[in-house]
């Protein structure tokens, strides 16, 4: 299994302004994902961050908004740009066993944009 | 596109009661099926899986089967405890082709002593 380690934990930020998530594998992987959290809301898929080519984002989300970095195979950060109050939410990293058999996820970042 | 479909929570149950939460799902190919779990202020994990039809995931008294002609994978314990209340998630996977793993919406589950 890959134990994936975020930071920060949690964050209050001022509206306009941009915070950068940090997710860290202690394996290498081939695959990562974020994945956002609203409150009381089920996962959705952010992007694919895929390691030495750009993001693949999902339907709903723009890289203007959320880039992504993934510069080696056990690490990705991700962006949130130019927060409002409706990014207020739980961000996740996820990351694929060697295997591609079933996905690990990190403790996730509680961000808080007032 | 896959999606999937969990029945509405909360679920309230009393200590030792059967536990079932449904779940279907809509799929192209041949997807696994996953339950994970979030416990109260904690990350995300998985708690079975299924990587065929017919296939029977189980952990901690959970189980799960696998049906593929009636698009299922409905969770099952036969005797709650508290420990078990938290937030059920499940979700699917074309693993090995986009890899990508879609949730449903969760179900809260509260366990009453």
């Known amino acids: 299994s890959a134990v994936i380690s975020q930071k920060p934990s949690r964050d209050i930020c001022q509206r306009g302004t941009s915070l950068t998530i940090q997710c860290q594998v202690d394996?290498?992987?081939?695959?990562m994902f974020w994945y956002r959290q609203q409150p009381g809301q089920s996962l959705t898929l952010i992007a694919t961050?895929?390691?030495?080519?750009?993001?693949?984002?999902e339907s709903g989300f723009v890289i203007d908004k959320f880039p992504i970095s993934r510069p080696n195979l056990t690490f990705s950060t991700l962006t949130v740009s130019n927060m409002s109050p409706e990014d207020s939410s739980i961000y996740l990293c996820?990351?694929?066993?060697?295997?591609?058999?079933?996905?690990?996820f990190g403790q996730g970042t509680r961000l808080t944009v007032v | 596109g896959n999606s999937v479909t969990q029945m509405e929570g909360p679920v309230t149950l009393s200590e030792e009661a059967f536990l079932t939460i449904n779940c279907t799902y809509t799929?192209?190919?041949?997807?696994?099926l996953f339950w994970y779990v979030q416990y109260p202020g904690e990350g995300l994990q998985l708690l079975l899986k299924?990587?065929?039809?017919?296939d029977k995931g189980s952990n901690k008294g959970f189980e799960a089967t696998y049906r593929k002609e009636t698009t299922s994978f409905h969770l099952e314990k036969g005797s709650v405890q508290v420990s078990d209340s938290a937030v059920y998630f499940c979700?699917?996977?074309?693993?090995?082709?986009?890899?990508?793993?879609?949730f449903g919406k969760g179900t809260r589950l509260h366990i009453l002593p």
């Open positions: 979700a699917l996977g074309n693993m090995n082709r986009d890899d990508k793993i879609i």
């Open positions: 394996s290498q992987v081939t695959m």
């Open positions: 996820s990351a694929l066993d060697s295997l591609n058999t079933e996905a690990f």
């Open positions: 299924a990587t065929k039809a017919d």
């Open positions: 799929a192209t190919g041949y997807p696994s």
């Open positions: 961050a895929n390691q030495g080519s750009e993001a693949t984002y």
